[in-house]
């Protein structure tokens, strides 16, 4: 989540005009809610990988016997 977090926030900078009125507090609870849903992107990514190599590896075994 960590990594996510300085990836998101990469483009948070001092001088962006857009971000003036809002609190740091707010940019942060936003940055760290969009790194923790992208981190949960990837889990299930990988979750997903490993579900469909398990099924792919159970049905060569159940065609081959």
């Known amino acids: 989540m960590a990594k996510n977090a300085d990836l998101l926030s990469a483009n948070i900078v001092d001088f962006n005009p857009d971000l003036t009125h809002i609190p740091i507090a707010r940019i942060y609870g936003m940055v760290q809610t969009q790194a923790l849903v992208v981190s949960m992107k990837e889990i299930y990514g990988w ?18 016997g």
């Open 47 to 64: 979750l997903l990988i490993v579900a469909l190599t398990s099924l792919l590896v159970i049905l060569v075994n159940a065609s081959s």
